[in-house]
Nanobody
Framework: QVQLVESGGGLVQAGGSLRLSCAASGRTFSSYPMGWFRQAPGKEREIVAGITSSGSSTYYADSVKGRFTISRDNAKNTVYLQMNGLKPEDTAVYYC??????????????????WGQGTPVTVSS
């Protein structure tokens, strides 16, 4: 069982930066691929970025490539999402998600079994 708690969301002006953190419980954190998803009002939850259990491979949605960076520190049981060059269309609730042990990065919500409560990000123009 993995429990996830996000932090770091907030209000930022367009062009600004935020760093989201996701702290995970459990001693097997390093076995799970992790992902960041977001859900804007009236829209479906979508993948933003993913990272393999070891951190050796990453995935980014086209909309955030070159602006967002996902990373993880398995010693601290934490995954991060560094968001630079934020745009108003990045406004959403951001969720951390844990996939299945030793699985590759998934891009669909159905591929993730563990979810945090979400942290809101608002980008003003």
């Amino acid at each position: 069982q993995v429990q996830l708690v996000e932090s770091g969301g907030g209000l930022v002006q367009a062009g600004g930066s935020l760093r989201l953190s996701c702290a995970a419980s459990g001693r097997t954190f390093s076995s799970y691929p992790m992902g960041w998803f977001r859900q804007a009002p009236g829209k479906e939850r979508e993948i933003v970025a993913g990272i393999t259990s070891s951190g050796s491979s990453t995935y980014y949605a086209d909309s955030v490539k070159g602006r967002f960076t996902i990373s993880r520190d398995n010693a601290k049981n934490t995954v991060y999402l560094q968001m630079n060059g934020l745009k108003p269309e990045d406004t959403a609730v951001y969720y951390c998600a844990g996939g299945r042990r030793y699985a590759p990065i998934g891009t669909m919500t159905s591929q993730y079994d563990y979810w945090g409560q979400g942290t809101p990000v608002t980008v003003s123009s």
